[in-house]
């Protein structure tokens, strides 16, 4: 089971998580999950956005200073970027970063 915990209170934001992490898991995940997502004014190394874990805790970081699209293709980042950590895929940072960057636009067309 996930479990989401996100500091920002628009519900159109979080049904879009929501329906990115369903996107990839959907309850087939047979572990607990800890996933926090923070919203903050401003982040290290002037990013928009930054993803730590391993296979059982997230920790996704943004910048709330984005808004619209882009706000929305940086949590579709991110959050590929926690699929990549939930599921072992981190040998590569080169792939992992362009996984992120070709899959992006696609969950953000699918669920905005």
């Known amino acids: 089971?996930?479990?989401?915990?996100?500091?920002?209170n628009d519900k159109q934001i979080e049904q879009f998580i929501d329906d990115c992490f369903n996107h990839y898991f959907d309850g087939r995940l047979k572990r607990n999950i800890d996933?926090?997502?923070i919203f903050k004014s401003e982040l290290d190394c002037s990013a928009a956005g930054w993803c730590t874990g391993d296979k059982q805790e997230i920790l996704i970081e943004l910048d709330n200073t984005y808004?619209?699209?882009?706000?929305?293709?940086n949590i579709a980042h991110e959050i590929i970027h926690a699929k990549q950590f939930l599921r072992g895929e981190t040998s590569d940072q080169e792939l992992m970063e362009q996984e992120?960057?070709?899959?992006?636009?696609?969950l953000v067309e699918l669920y905005l």
């Open 100 to 106: 992120a960057l070709d899959g992006e636009n696609e």
């Open 67 to 73: 808004t619209g699209r882009d706000l929305y293709l």
């Open 35 to 37: 996933i926090d997502i």
């Open 1 to 8: 089971m996930i479990s989401i915990s996100c500091n920002h």
